[in-house]
């Protein structure tokens, strides 16, 4: 949906156990347009007893067999070379990256070892072949595209890295990473252009990134961290604005993002992000159209909610795996999952 918004801060409003801190709203409307019928969703995720789940459209959850290493987390691409598939990375239980192709159901081993305690972000290729961003045992970004050798970047990164889908149909993916020395965020291109636009993160935290539009129909990508202090900060590579919300994140939590789908008043996509707030509840903002919104559902320390488009998907302080859609309150699974870890949404 796309076209120029005014930001219009509302009352707080309470709904259905849901607490709206502030939105925003059409110029000329009173209230925020209704939203489209929720589309439908998966989640894949740890589960607590460290094996590879996935949550199918209708909310039940199946556990695939395939054990995780602790505290990592799943990550989904829908790939479309020789069939549209949705493919899951992961790091297992012995170390090395793993990649299940929920088509076929087959399960491979790469035989790539990953650092410990981290976790790959899948996306795919211009030719749309399957793509993963991970760090190495040697503490490097490295990246793999299926078939290939995998290569090292020789980049030092901290924690996991975030990689964009391909830019316009015409530009590789972009890879947001944490730099051990300085905690900057960082961007590497797909043609190899290294550059570290934004301020100090939270070492513990890694950044989330997403591929926005422009009226100008030049792809840019967005990025959302948590920085050294706590507070939301997103980098905009159409705008190159790296922007301060001013909203405070809980320490080791960082933000989870997605497109928006909005062309905002600067003619520049917008991006949606969501987190553990210091009061430990679920947020989601679109920034630049200064639409909030909070509830009261807490969110489990240490880990990230996934945001599709008006869809959210995260770990509960009760350990339970949570989705809510469509301005709706979130709802419950009864699947739990393995502490300190997040959920994918695909």
Same mark, same amino acid.
């Given at each position: ?37 929720p ?20 909310g ?31 790091q297992?239980? @012995?170390g +090395?990256?793993? %990649?299940?192709?929920l &088509? $076929? /159901?087959?399960?491979? #081993?790469?035989g790539?070892?990953? *650092? ?22 040697n ?16 980049l ?19 890879i947001?990473?944490? @730099?051990? +020395?300085?905690? %900057?965020?960082?961007? &590497? $291109? /797909?043609?190899?252009? #290294?550059?570290?636009?934004?301020? *100090? ?11 926005i ?13 948590e920085?050294a ?5 997103t ?8 922007s ?8 080791g ?16 996509g ?35 909610p ?5 869809i959210?998907?995260?770990q ?31």
């Open positions: 949906m796309n076209g120029r918004w005014q930001a219009r801060l509302l009352g707080a409003v309470v709904l259905a156990g849901l607490t709206v801190a502030s939105a925003a709203s059409p110029a000329g409307a009173d209230e925020p347009p209704d939203p489209a019928p589309p439908s969703f998966s989640v894949a995720f740890q589960g607590s007893n460290g094996d590879l789940w996935t949550l199918d459209t209708a039940t959850p199946h556990d695939r067999g395939l054990g995780m290493a602790a505290r990592t987390s799943p990550s989904v691409v829908n790939s479309c070379a020789g069939g549209c598939r949705n493919t899951i990375a992961f297992a239980n @012995t +090395t990256l793993w %990649l299940l192709d &088509l $076929t /159901g087959a399960a491979t #081993n790469t790539i070892r990953m *650092a410990s305690g981290t976790s790959p972000s899948a996306s795919s290729t211009l030719a749309g072949t399957v793509k993963i961003a991970y760090r190495g045992t503490g490097h970004l490295w990246t793999y595209v299926l078939g290939s050798s995998p290569v090292d970047t020789a030092p990164i901290r924690n996991s890295p975030s990689i964009s889908q391909p830019l316009n149909f015409v530009r590789e993916a972009v947001a990473y944490q @730099t051990p +020395t300085g905690n %900057l965020m960082c961007l &590497l $291109t /797909g043609d190899g252009q #290294n550059s570290c636009p934004g301020v *100090a993160m939270d070492p513990a935290t890694s950044p989330s990134i997403a591929v539009g422009s009226t100008s129909l030049l792809d840019g990508v967005a990025v959302a961290y920085s202090d706590h507070v939301l900060y980098y905009n590579s159409v705008k190159r604005t790296n301060r919300i001013d909203l405070g994140l809980t320490p939590a960082g933000p989870g993002a997605a497109a928006d789908g909005l062309i905002g008043p600067d003619g520049s917008e991006i949606q992000v969501s987190f553990r707030a210091v009061t430990s509840a679920l947020w989601r903002v679109t920034p630049a159209i200064s639409f909030q919104e909070s509830w009261t559902v807490g969110v489990a320390t240490g880990t990230t996934s945001v599709m488009p008006w959210l998907a995260f509960g302080s009760d350990g339970h795996l949570w989705t809510e859609a469509s301005f709706g309150a979130p709802v419950q699974s009864p699947a739990l999952m393995a502490a300190g870890t997040s959920p994918d949404l695909y």
